[in-house]
């Protein structure tokens, strides 16, 4: 049981290029979150889903896109990328019965 | 949207010490989570409280939800080194779509040199 895992751990990316970040869980959760980290911030919700086929919008959207076409996976697209946009990005997932959210290990994004 | 301050921002334990950091908001939560995040990890939840008035212990961490609603703290007692790290508080609504948090900005504990 490996919990929640994302890839890449670490990434540079030029502004205006595109990248998906990877996150699955084996849990069955049905819930699943993207937060994104700033220094003094916490964790802001970018984008969450309740299910597979059904994604709304958190906190800070701008500039992400997501789908949840399995249970499993939770994939954030940056499809072009800004230099605000550099932060630790990290996945969530809970059960629909339970709200306590298992986080994964983060990807460092750096965007130039 | 709804902000959670988060104080102190950053503190300095010695070993043995007992330490506390607590979290207001501007509005209700009906559930107040403290997360401990270590260095290159996704955060980690320590203890969850469901009951304005709840106080609820895990090990040498201690949490109450505050009456009012809108505050909660932490209290480490006998510190140790593997303490040190970024605390989080978070705050949940009921029947939260998602179940999606609302975090504060972290206490970052450091150990005295």
């Known amino acids: 049981n490996a919990g929640v895992t994302q890839t890449p751990k670490f990434q540079v990316l030029k502004t205006g290029q595109s990248m998906t970040l990877q996150c699955a869980q084996d849990m069955n959760h049905e819930y699943m979150s993207w937060y994104r980290q700033d220094p003094g911030m916490g964790l802001r919700l970018i984008h969450y889903s309740v299910g597979a086929g059904i994604t709304d919008q958190g906190e800070v959207p701008n500039g992400y896109n997501v789908s949840r076409s399995t249970t499993e996976d939770f994939p954030l697209r940056l499809l072009s990328a800004a230099p605000s946009q550099t932060s630790v990005y990290f996945c969530?997932?809970?059960?629909?019965?339970?709200?306590?959210?298992?986080f994964g290990p983060g990807t460092r994004l750096l965007v130039l | 949207g709804q902000q959670l301050n988060q104080s102190p921002q950053s503190m300095f334990i010695q070993e043995g010490e007992d330490v506390s950091m607590n979290c207001t908001s501007s509005?209700?939560?009906?559930?107040w989570l403290w997360y401990k995040q270590d260095p290159g990890e996704g955060p980690v939840l320590l203890i969850a409280l469901y009951k304005a008035g709840e106080l609820t212990s895990n090990g040498r961490l201690t949490a109450q939800f505050g009456i009012t609603r809108k505050d909660s703290f932490l209290n480490i007692s006998a510190s140790i080194p593997s303490d040190v790290g970024i605390y989080f508080c978070?705050?949940?609504?009921?029947?939260?779509?998602?179940?999606?948090?609302?975090f504060g900005g972290g206490t970052r504990v450091l150990v005295k040199p």
């Open positions: 978070a705050g949940q609504l009921f029947k939260a779509a998602g179940n999606k948090l609302t």
């Open positions: 509005s209700i939560f009906n559930t």
């Open positions: 969530a997932s809970s059960s629909r019965q339970g709200g306590t959210q298992y």
